[in-house]
């Protein structure tokens, strides 16, 4: 069954299973995202006139039905049937004949899938946005155990300065609170309802897209129909570079672990059971663990560009490329959410090796504080350094490791309470409550 099949004609075979791709099989994430659509339209045709109270009474009742079937996983896309819109209408026509075939009125399936693909989109940033906050309060917890284990900082991959485990933990966190608001960004793109505007042209019914908006828990529409079409494949790309950038921080923590877990530098450990081994080295403890993370990070990275590249150049309007975007799109989400279970898994049994900066090896880490201490003393910053530099030129140079870092954001204060109230701001702004009731009250 496909939507747009006309009388007498047929598509051949090879282009048939060309054009529809993988998409029977991505579709199945849509489906109760399909019935929402569907529950929204129907309920807005009846106040214009297109559906008599019972018929709208009778679709509702299926849909529900339809919905359930959804969720208890007996609900399949069937052979001969080209995709999920396809398959709910001839679900409902199925029950109920003609009443049925009339919820497509006012409607394309442009603006259906899109909005299939908003409320899909919707929903899965949130559950990423609330996976990021539960990784984020992994962090911030084990910044507070460990404000008082030294680390030592590096730049150029040379010791540079005194560090801690609490700044090296709150920092990740202050990333992904960074990384929140552009996930709130991509949402609020997402919830936006495109619903009404058709084929990109909108519809000579009397609309009233306002409706489908509240009752679909939307923060607004796309208010011109041209626009709301263009959106697909913004939509997307708005969405990948948001998990693009939760994937950034994810890799750079993954990489940080890989090298502080080794011999050379030891200053953490992964217990034995996130570890594998060697087929020929019994003394092996791989962290197999990190250095995926890494990898499946450092992948999603690249799939904005991907997008981008699928977009380039296309007039505005509908074009049939923007379907290949949910192989994209649909599997990230996916990704990146078991990317950050198993952060969550790891950062709760990393062991910090304390002590670290009592190891002589260290001692110029605290050249700083030296020059600091002189400083305070009275002697010009210029004149101290050039003493500190020659103090460390002839081996007469002690190193003062009792520290005073009083400042927001340093090892002695570490303000995990501003970035924490950051991220309850951001989380705070996504307005995910109303849609979360908009929704129950369409199944209700």
Request: with cysteine; proline share 4%; hydrophobic share 40%.
């Given at each position: 069954?496909?939507?747009?099949?006309?009388?007498?004609?047929?598509?051949?075979?090879?282009?048939?299973?060309?054009?529809?791709?993988?998409?029977?099989?991505?579709?199945?994430?849509?489906?109760?995202?399909?019935?929402?659509?569907?529950?929204?339209?129907?309920?807005?045709?009846?106040?214009?006139?297109?559906?008599?109270?019972?018929?709208?009474?009778?679709?509702?009742?299926?849909?529900?039905?339809?919905?359930?079937?959804?969720?208890?996983?007996?609900?399949?896309?069937?052979?001969?049937?080209?995709?999920?819109?396809?398959?709910?209408?001839?679900?409902?026509?199925?029950?109920?004949?003609?009443?049925?075939?009339?919820?497509?009125?006012?409607?394309?399936?442009?603006?259906?899938?899109?909005?299939?693909?908003?409320?899909?989109?919707?929903?899965?940033?949130?559950?990423?946005?609330?996976?990021?906050?539960?990784?984020?309060?992994?962090?911030?917890?084990?910044?507070?155990?460990?404000?008082?284990?030294?680390?030592?900082?590096?730049?150029?991959?040379?010791?540079?300065?005194?560090?801690?485990?609490?700044?090296?933990?709150?920092?990740?966190?202050?990333?992904?609170?960074?990384?929140?608001?552009?996930?709130?960004?991509?949402?609020?793109?997402?919830?936006?309802?495109?619903?009404?505007?058709?084929?990109?042209?909108?519809?000579?019914?009397?609309?009233?897209?306002?409706?489908?908006?509240?009752?679909?828990?939307?923060?607004?529409?796309?208010?011109?129909?041209?626009?709301?079409?263009?959106?697909?494949?913004?939509?997307?790309?708005?969405?990948?570079?948001?998990?693009?950038?939760?994937?950034?921080?994810?890799?750079?923590?993954?990489?940080?672990?890989?090298?502080?877990?080794?011999?050379?530098?030891?200053?953490?450990?992964?217990?034995?059971?996130?570890?594998?081994?060697?087929?020929?080295?019994?003394?092996?403890?791989?962290?197999?663990?990190?250095?995926?993370?890494?990898?499946?990070?450092?992948?999603?990275?690249?799939?904005?560009?991907?997008?981008?590249?699928?977009?380039?150049?296309?007039?505005?309007?509908?074009?049939?490329?923007?379907?290949?975007?949910?192989?994209?799109?649909?599997?990230?989400?996916?990704?990146?959410?078991?990317?950050?279970?198993?952060?969550?898994?790891?950062?709760?049994?990393?062991?910090?090796?304390?002590?670290?900066?009592?190891?002589?090896k260290y001692d110029l880490l605290f050249s700083v504080e030296r020059v600091n201490e002189l400083v305070l003393q009275g002697v010009p910053f210029r004149e101290a350094y050039r003493i500190v530099g020659k103090e460390i030129g002839d081996g007469t140079y002690p190193?003062?490791?009792?520290?005073?870092?009083?400042?927001?954001?340093?090892?002695?204060?570490?303000?995990?309470?501003?970035?924490?109230?950051?991220?309850?701001?951001?989380?705070?702004?996504?307005?995910?409550?109303?849609?979360?009731?908009?929704?129950?009250?369409?199944?209700?």
């Amino acid at each position: 069954m496909k939507l747009w099949q006309k009388e007498n004609t047929s598509t051949a075979e090879q282009i048939e299973r060309f054009t529809v791709g993988r998409d029977r099989e991505m579709d199945l994430y849509l489906a109760p995202f399909d019935v929402l659509g569907n529950l929204a339209h129907a309920t807005m045709l009846a106040t214009i006139g297109l559906l008599e109270t019972t018929e709208l009474e009778a679709l509702r009742t299926e849909l529900k039905t339809i919905y359930g079937r959804i969720a208890e996983g007996d609900f399949v896309i069937e052979d001969g049937v080209e995709d999920v819109h396809s398959q709910v209408e001839l679900m409902l026509t199925r029950q109920l004949g003609d009443t049925g075939k009339k919820i497509h009125s006012g409607r394309s399936r442009n603006d259906q899938v899109l909005v299939d693909l908003k409320l899909f989109t919707r929903d899965r940033l949130w559950r990423v946005a609330e996976a990021v906050r539960r990784v984020f309060d992994r962090l911030i917890a084990r910044s507070e155990q460990h404000k008082n284990d030294l680390l030592p900082g590096y730049t150029h991959l040379q010791i540079a300065m005194p560090s801690s485990f609490g700044l090296w933990f709150g920092a990740y966190a202050e990333a992904l609170a960074d990384d929140m608001l552009t996930l709130q960004t991509a949402y609020r793109l997402a919830n936006r309802n495109p619903l009404g505007s058709g084929a990109g042209y909108g519809s000579s019914f009397p609309l009233n897209r306002t409706l489908t908006t509240e009752l679909l828990g939307f923060e607004g529409m796309h208010v011109n129909v041209v626009y709301a079409q263009m959106s697909r494949g913004k939509t997307e790309q708005t969405a990948l570079t948001a998990l693009a950038a939760v994937a950034a921080t994810l890799s750079r923590m993954a990489m940080d672990i890989c090298l502080y877990n080794s011999q050379n530098f030891a200053f953490l450990t992964l217990p034995d059971a996130l570890t594998t081994g060697s087929s020929i080295m019994p003394h092996k403890k791989n962290p197999d663990v990190a250095e995926l993370l890494r990898a499946k990070t450092n992948r999603l990275k690249a799939l904005p560009m991907e997008v981008t590249l699928v977009l380039s150049n296309l007039p505005s309007g509908y074009h049939r490329d923007m379907q290949i975007l949910k192989e994209v799109l649909m599997p990230a989400f996916e990704e990146i959410l078991d990317c950050l279970d198993i952060t969550d898994f790891m950062l709760e049994h990393l062991q910090v090796k304390p002590g670290l900066l009592d190891d002589p090896k260290y001692d110029l880490l605290f050249s700083v504080e030296r020059v600091n201490e002189l400083v305070l003393q009275g002697v010009p910053f210029r004149e101290a350094y050039r003493i500190v530099g020659k103090e460390i030129g002839d081996g007469t140079y002690p190193p003062p490791r009792s520290l005073h870092h009083t400042h927001e954001g340093s090892i002695g204060n570490l303000g995990n309470d501003r970035i924490t109230a950051y991220m309850d701001e951001t989380l705070n702004g996504f307005g995910a409550e109303k849609v979360s009731e908009a929704v129950e009250r369409l199944l209700r």
